[in-house]
């Protein structure tokens, strides 16, 4: 049971099934047996395109790799999820402007993600990820990349997100 709002890190050695456990909440994985209850909706009972709807509209996913789309600006990138919504992109770039600029990028909006460093591509997926507004934060190893100095950064930023969502991070 998580609660609605916090940071929740989820640690142990490799292949114990943290990254599992992340998909089954996300909705990834949908082989199991038992029930996972979010907002007392059972995940196993939701149709293909109902979990894909979970998904979209309850969470954002922040990854090691980050998975940003290469030769397309920072701005581009954090406004992608509103393109997947169907949203006028357009509506949406003072909100990705106001996200660049609470994590330090506000003048990076234009640049192609290829140019920045490892660092800066995760702010990018941490504003991407907040873009729809997600109630959940899933972060795998968001910090597994980056320098120690980037890390603490990057743990800061995550911290300051789960004052109003739940965050949780293997």
């Known amino acids: ?12 050695e490799s292949g114990c099934g943290k990254t599992t456990l992340m998909n089954l909440i996300a909705g990834l994985d949908t082989e199991y047996s038992g029930e996972i209850l979010v907002d007392n909706v059972k995940l196993n009972t939701l149709s293909e395109n109902d979990l894909c709807n ?3 509209d309850y969470t954002g996913f922040i990854f090691q790799d980050y998975h940003l789309l290469s030769g397309y600006s920072v701005i581009e990138n954090v406004v992608y999820p509103s393109a997947l919504k169907g949203d006028k992109v357009q509506d949406d770039i003072p909100q990705a ?18 140019n920045l460093s490892g660092g800066q591509k995760q702010r990018v997926a941490i504003a991407r990820a907040l873009m729809k507004d997600p109630k959940m934060i899933l972060a795998d190893e968001p910090t597994g990349a980056l320098d120690r100095r980037t890390s603490t950064e990057i743990m800061e930023i995550l911290k300051e997100i789960s004052k109003t969502k739940l965050v949780i991070v293997i």
Not at 97 to 114: A, F, M, N, R, Y
């Open 1 to 12: 049971c998580f609660p609605n709002k916090g940071l929740v890190c989820l640690l142990g």
């Open 54 to 56: 979970y998904r979209k």
């Open 97 to 114: 402007k106001e996200l660049l600029h609470k994590i330090g990028l506000s003048d990076k909006t234009e640049e192609k993600v290829q």
